[in-house]
């Protein structure tokens, strides 16, 4: 996609887009470029949207397959004494290929329904998932899956036998931290926040370059 927001050049969007990359907030931009924060607070908003549509493309042409952790989390909301499943946070599903990619979705309840669509569609059949006991992943094997599950009960995140979703819960960690320095995200624009938090877990490596890529920016 080619950026063809307002009059600014190229050269003065890339700033921006090199402030977006190291995690400045808008307001550290608009200082740092000298741009109005509202302009720099549009085009953060038009990045994040590419952004969204490329983790989608990503995730819609080439699935998961090999070694894959799944996993559900919760975002936001207040507990009112609380926890885990159930609470009024927003849920969001994640799976994620070891030594590979993270993807994720909101979802209106950590349910099978939910769930397990999202897995038949994304993940390869004779793939290896390792779940927690949770019961929206009973029955994985019958759609030709080898499934281990993980006894949180007994050790945590991981098994004797070498069974784990450590990957998957390092990026929940990632991604509420990160999500934490906004003092708070409306509910309309927490999609955007949760796949940047997913493309900056991704491509981590070449972050800049990649966005230069996605966006097409000349």
Request: glycine share 8%; with cysteine.
């Amino acid at each position: 996609m080619r950026i063809k927001y307002s009059k600014l050049s190229p050269y003065r969007v890339k700033k921006i887009l090199r402030c977006f990359s190291e995690d400045l907030t808008a307001t550290q931009t608009a200082r740092l470029t000298g741009i109005n924060r509202n302009t720099v607070n549009r085009y953060y908003r038009l990045f994040r949207e590419r952004i969204a549509a490329y983790e989608e493309q990503q995730a819609q042409q080439h699935g998961f397959t090999g070694e894959i952790e799944l996993d559900e989390s919760y975002f936001g909301g207040k507990n009112r004494g609380r926890r885990g499943r159930g609470t009024a946070k927003i849920p969001v599903f994640g799976l994620l290929r070891r030594n590979g990619r993270v993807y994720t979705q909101i979802l209106k309840n950590a349910t099978a329904a939910q769930i397990r669509p999202i897995i038949r569609k994304l993940v390869k059949p004779s793939s290896r998932l390792y779940t927690d006991k949770w019961r929206a992943y009973d029955g994985l094997v019958l759609n030709g899956y080898e499934h281990h599950r993980i006894d949180h009960d007994q050790g945590g995140y991981s098994d004797c036998r070498g069974g784990h979703i450590n990957g998957i819960e390092s990026f929940w960690s990632f991604a509420k931290r990160r999500l934490l320095r906004f003092n708070g995200i409306r509910a309309q624009d927490f999609y955007w926040h949760l796949k940047e938090c997913e493309f900056r877990f991704n491509e981590r490596a070449h972050l800049y370059q990649k966005l230069v890529s996605i966006l097409t920016i000349s």
